[in-house]
């Protein structure tokens, strides 16, 4: 009896040492998801901030050179794209730290969850901003051009405003579905302690 006993002792402290180890491995293996999470976000607010800092020098020659539009609202566009190298830069701060995903995951969640907060009012400033500079885009280009080439310019520059608004959407949207994967592993992790 004494026998059964220790090998059922045995039996289960093997279990326990394998459980165990599973839990690591899914530490693991949610952390990796974190990280390559994050770095999704990164590359996102990278490749946003490399575009908008090329659209400083690019608005200059497409807007005052070539249409002859003003120099203030080539100056409005580049303190814009200023404004969304300076949200990039300043909402993927914490982020970018080493120690974002070895941290504590509490410290972790609550770093995403600030990040995320922030993020998801970014298009409170940005949409309007957006609409008043193609408005005055739009004015701008409305009072240069006459007759046949207003005519194109109109349809084809509510398609363009139409499909940056649409595009920037899609990216803003799948930045929050990063943060929402982030945060719901998070929440996998504490769950199962």
Not at 126 to 131: M, Q, R
Request: glycine share 6%; proline share 3%; net charge positive.
């Amino acid at each position: 009896m004494d026998y059964e006993l220790d090998e059922m002792r045995q039996q289960l402290a093997i279990l326990k040492n394998k459980l165990d180890d599973q839990t690591i491995v899914n530490d693991r293996l949610i952390r990796r998801a974190v990280k390559n999470s994050v770095s999704t976000i990164n590359k996102r607010y990278l490749v946003i901030s490399i575009i908008a800092f090329a659209m400083i020098p690019y608005g200059y020659w497409a807007f005052v050179v070539l249409n002859g539009l003003s120099i203030p609202l080539w100056i409005a566009m580049s303190v814009l794209m200023l404004a969304v190298i300076g949200f990039c830069i300043y909402n993927g701060h914490e982020m970018r730290k080493n120690d974002f995903v070895s941290n504590n995951l509490l410290e972790t969640k609550r770093k995403a969850l600030k990040a995320q907060k922030r993020d998801a009012m970014w298009p409170y400033f940005g949409i309007p901003v957006a609409i008043g500079w193609a408005a005055w885009v739009g004015w701008e280009m409305t009072q240069k051009l006459e007759g046949d080439f207003l005519k194109y310019f109109i349809p084809w520059f509510i398609i363009c405003v139409t499909a940056g608004a649409l595009l920037g959407l899609k990216v803003h949207f799948k930045t929050q579905r990063h943060f929402r994967d982030i945060l719901e592993q998070i929440e996998d992790v504490e769950d199962a302690k």
